[in-house]
């Protein structure tokens, strides 16, 4: 099989998952449900789920069914995540973009307050669905009881602190402060003056990695992470995967930067050159898109580097690597 053909394979068996958790369309809300489904229908590449499933794995091939249940509810949670943080990314307050994975942006279709609204909807529901699945593990039923319940139970319990660590205030909602802080197209006193404060600061490089550490790398290590920790990795693993997924969101943010100034807008499905006219801070803007290209390489050479120091079956995870590298949406 290709690449191409397990990374299909896979990105379906996500979304058949995904699906089974969206909101029925019904009620005195069913705009809100809708606008819900909208933006996760809208497609996406599923980078992070695939990334809680792989890295899983690694540690730990074969599942209960007790434990599918769990893992599916982190696979589903961290793609809820993270559309949340798109919508609201794309918001007049924040971007005002009105093209996401090629479709209208959710506030572009349904209307601001639906966007916001959807958004927060989405990102509560993650941890309703974690959970729910982690409540359902049924430590005293003697006929189901398996001795690894409690203990992964307890993992499961650790990785949603972390996810909620990774998404909040310490981890990517930081980020995007950061960025707001340092870009002038921001202004704090509201929308009126947006192209005029000229008050902000200049950012310099640990700033900017900092920002990309939390805005970008944050949902990265969660995924990663929860899957190491669910699969029960041991403290030193946990340590290899945690260097590892910063590094692959920073490569990540990286190629981002650059496909805005060399991608089409037909293939990332947004618009191009959003960074420029937005006034961003990017890597590419602060080292040139040369630098930017040997960073996100060597960056992604670190991580092969990291994931080597990892037990299981590697093959598909040092692949999706390089395709990240290299991808064009
Ligand atoms: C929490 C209010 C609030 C806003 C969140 C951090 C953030 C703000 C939004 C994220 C927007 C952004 C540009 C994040 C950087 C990470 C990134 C490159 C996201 C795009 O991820 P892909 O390429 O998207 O995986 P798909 O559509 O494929 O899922």
Sequence with gaps: MTFQEK??????????ILYACLPEETGNAKSLYEACNYSILAGGKRIRPML?????QLFLPNSSDEQRVVLHAFLSAIEFIHTYSLVHDDLPAMDNDMLRRGKPTTHAA?????????GDALLTYAFEIISSAIASIDLFDNKNYQPSSEKFMQAAVRAMALFSNKSGMYGMIKGQ????????????TGSDNKYEDSSKKKIDL????????????????????????LGGATKDELSVVDRLS??????FQICDDILDVEGSEEKIG????????????????????????????????????????LPG?????????????????
Aim: negative net charge.
């Design 7 to 16: 990374l299909l394979q896979r990105t379906k068996s996500i979304n058949d």
């Design 110 to 118: 349904y209307g601001e307050a639906m966007g916001i609204l959807a």
């Design 206 to 229: 640990p700033v900017l990695l900092e920002m990309y550490e939390n805005k970008t790398s944050a949902l990265l290590e969660a995924s990663m992470l929860s899957g190491a920790i």
């Design 270 to 309: 947004k618009p191009v050159h959003s960074d420029d006219k937005n006034k961003k801070n990017t890597y590419v803007v602060l080292a040139g898109i040369e630098n930017a290209k040997k960073m996100a390489e060597a960056l992604t050479n670190e991580c092969l580097e990291l994931l080597d120091q």
């Design 52 to 56: 809680v499933l792989e890295t899983y």
């Design 246 to 251: 910063r590094k692959l969101g920073l490569a």
């Design 313 to 329: 079956e590697k093959s598909f995870l040092k692949e999706l690597f390089m395709f990240l590298l290299k991808r064009e949406y």
């Design 177 to 188: 402060v950061i960025d707001m802080e340092y870009t002038e197209t921001y202004s704090s």
